[in-house]
């Protein structure tokens, strides 16, 4: 079967033990993901396709006999070869990507008339509602906040999960504060940038953009900092190694877009200074919730660790 992106939140994906996403927007790719994961609750384990023509990575363990249910497995990206081991896919499921298939090629053509496969057209596509009611799971918002949300960031998926965990962070929203959420997508745009600014140790860019930060943004970018260092210092033993990084086996995944940033950081970073970064940042958040630390006193802080 064939559908494209918007159509995913409405199928019913246990239906299907294949998962063909093809397009040529990654971030979408990372939103069709993102939600399958989720969806199946399978634990994520990311082979190549090499991996899958030999199958010896696919083949069980004795001592996994009872790990509960097979993982969902991603192979990413895959060729034309990958048809070779259709049958290899009976028993178990998996995510498979190409950003270079297209509408009429083979692999998309294979995959759509498969009664147990799902082939996933990942163009460029606006949130829907379907997708938003998904993220916002369980969070009990007003309807009023849901709608006024939907429409602010409708265009802006990452600007949407920002402020979801802003919204986490900082319990029951208040009518009279709502303002302060659906203006945050400048600050989700500041956030990346700083984030880019801290991991190629662009100082002068840090400076600015850390001078625009509001109140209500410290403690979210701290977070946000937070587990992006994280994710570099579980990096820090690939440095300077010829070992292929498993992006998506991180126990925060890095998702296509973000990956080079990532390597920029790694060849910038030494695990010490990431240690002691992210002890800091530990610090600063005690600080902003008991000691009332100020932006300024925030800048300084952050800003010695780009000489």
Do not use: C
Request: net charge neutral; hydrophobic share 40%; glycine share 4%.
């Amino acid at each position: 079967m064939k559908i494209n992106f918007p159509s995913l939140f409405q199928t019913p994906v246990h239906k299907y033990n294949v998962f063909f996403i093809f397009g040529n927007d990654v971030i979408v790719f990372e939103r069709a993901i993102r939600f399958l994961q989720k969806k199946l609750a399978l634990p994520l384990r990311v082979k190549t396709e090499e991996d899958l023509l030999i199958n010896s990575a696919f083949q069980p363990s004795l001592f996994e006999e009872n790990a509960g249910p097979p993982p969902l497995s991603l192979i990413s990206p895959v060729t034309d070869k990958v048809l070779k081991a259709l049958d290899k896919m009976n028993n178990n499921t998996f995510i498979l990507t190409s950003e270079k298939a297209r509408t009429q090629s083979k692999l998309v053509t294979t995959f759509s008339q498969s009664s147990t496969s799902l082939a996933i057209a990942a163009y460029a596509s606006p949130l829907v509602n379907s997708e938003f009611e998904f993220l916002v799971g369980e969070m009990n918002l007003p309807v009023s906040f849901k709608g006024l949300l939907f429409k602010a960031y409708q265009n802006d998926y990452m600007g949407l999960l920002t402020v979801l965990e802003k919204i986490k962070l900082y319990g029951d929203v208040p009518e009279a504060e709502y303002g302060s959420f659906l203006e945050a997508s400048s600050s989700s745009d500041e956030h990346s940038i700083l984030l880019h600014a801290f991991l190629t140790k662009d100082r002068d860019k840090a400076i600015h953009t850390l001078s625009r930060i509001t109140s209500l943004d410290i403690i979210p970018l701290l977070r946000n900092l937070g587990r992006s260092f994280q994710t570099l210092f579980e990096l820090i033993p690939f440095k300077g190694s010829s070992n292929p990084i498993s992006w998506q086996s991180l126990s925060t995944p890095v998702f296509f877009k973000d990956q080079p940033l990532y390597q920029a950081g790694l060849s910038r970073w030494h695990g010490k200074e990431v240690q002691n970064l992210l002890e800091t940042l530990l610090d600063l958040e005690r600080k902003v919730k008991f000691s009332g630390l100020t932006n300024s006193q925030l800048q300084n802080k952050l800003i010695v660790f780009l000489p």
